[in-house]
């Protein structure tokens, strides 16, 4: 058999993209670390430390830390004055790492890493037999990790932008108007929405019981729990009648979401609104050949695919299914007409009615 040429170069350049990506998932886990002991918390805008002054407002090893900090020097999450020997976190790293009311707040997604490594033998399992894998069959941190890594992107962007952007809704909200929030989960959305639009009268449903309980502990946290309910049902089949149904990156999880676009059209008052957000994507592969279309991709072939094949139906949309591919389920389910209201670098938000 002939054999191929080796390019050396691209050898080269490959070796390289495939070691940088190991030095990234090396680094991960100390990223997690650096939250839980509270180094990032310590270094956020107290200007350059040195090492022993990091490990002491951390309360940790000085030599275990001085190892932390080079690698986050490495890696360009922390700053080194190597004339001074001293370490400094930028407040715009701080954002990212320290502060969790920050739109770009990101450490939910390494609890989120952190789960499906500790699953990983589940999803041997789940890619020989095509049996999928439940949402509820996951470690514990991806629950967790989930509420942390949307929920900053809801709080920056889900009643300044993406409700405005829907036709007529952000009035009837102010008003009054009953609103479902379907695939809740610990239930971010449900309350940052009755924050916001205090006439209004919230239902979050997930099929989740854990994350059901966990909700309702926000609610009560909030002081919300007279206008904010949260009960254990499917988006296949949760009970009452509403002005506005919601899905909030969850809609391409489900087994039958066709099955449940036409649950919720019976679902809505007549004029009511299916208000949608999923993962930005784009119609094609070739669109989503960038670093968020890989995180996705990723996340799906973990999570949102074997999510649905472990379900009823089990179509399997996958996170990056695109604008044209959602648009057809909404409309065979029922709606006839579908929009992009807006958009995201990370999602798209969608306005259906029948």
Request: negative net charge; aromatic residues 10%; contains cysteine.
């Amino acid at each position: 058999m002939a054999t191929a040429a080796i390019d050396e170069a691209r050898l080269e350049e490959f070796v390289g993209r495939v070691v940088t990506d190991m030095s990234a998932a090396m680094s991960a886990p100390l990223t997690l670390l650096g939250v839980k002991l509270g180094l990032y918390e310590g270094m956020k805008g107290a200007g350059p430390l040195s090492s022993a002054e990091v490990a002491e407002k951390a309360g940790c090893d000085e030599r275990l830390v001085r190892e932390w900090l080079a690698n986050q020097v490495a890696g360009g999450y922390v700053e080194y004055d190597a004339e001074g020997d001293r370490y400094e976190l930028p407040a715009e790293h701080a954002m990212v790492f320290a502060e969790p009311d920050s739109p770009v707040y990101l450490m939910g997604g390494f609890d989120i890493m952190a789960s499906v490594w500790a699953d990983e033998e589940k999803f041997v399992e789940a890619f020989r037999t095509g049996g999928g894998m439940g949402w509820h069959e996951h470690d514990h941190r991806l629950f967790h990790g989930t509420e942390k890594f949307f929920r900053p992107g809801y709080q920056a962007h889900l009643t300044a932008e993406w409700i405005p952007a829907l036709d007529g809704v952000e009035g009837r909200l102010q008003e009054g108007i009953r609103v479902a929030d379907v695939g809740c989960g610990h239930g971010a959305s449900t309350v940052i929405m009755a924050r916001e639009y205090p006439n209004s009268e919230f239902v979050g449903f997930d099929y989740h019981d854990e994350s059901i309980a966990r909700a309702r502990e926000l609610a009560e946290a909030e002081g919300l729990g007279d206008r904010v309910s949260f009960e254990v049902a499917s988006a296949q089949d949760f009970p009452g009648k509403f002005d506005l149904v919601c899905n909030f990156d969850c809609l391409h999880d489900m087994g039958d979401p066709v099955g449940a676009a036409k649950h919720t059209a019976e679902a809505l008052n007549p004029g009511g609104t299916y208000f949608i957000v999923e993962p930005n994507g784009g119609d094609n592969l070739t669109d989503n050949v960038n670093p968020v279309g890989r995180m996705f991709y990723g996340a799906s072939t973990l999570i949102c695919t074997p999510a649905s094949q472990s379900q009823d139906v089990g179509l399997a949309l996958g996170a990056q299914a695109g604008f044209e591919r959602l648009s057809e389920v909404l409309k065979e389910g029922g709606f006839a007409q579908v929009r992009k209201a807006t958009e995201t670098p990370f999602n798209i938000i969608l306005e259906a009615r029948a």
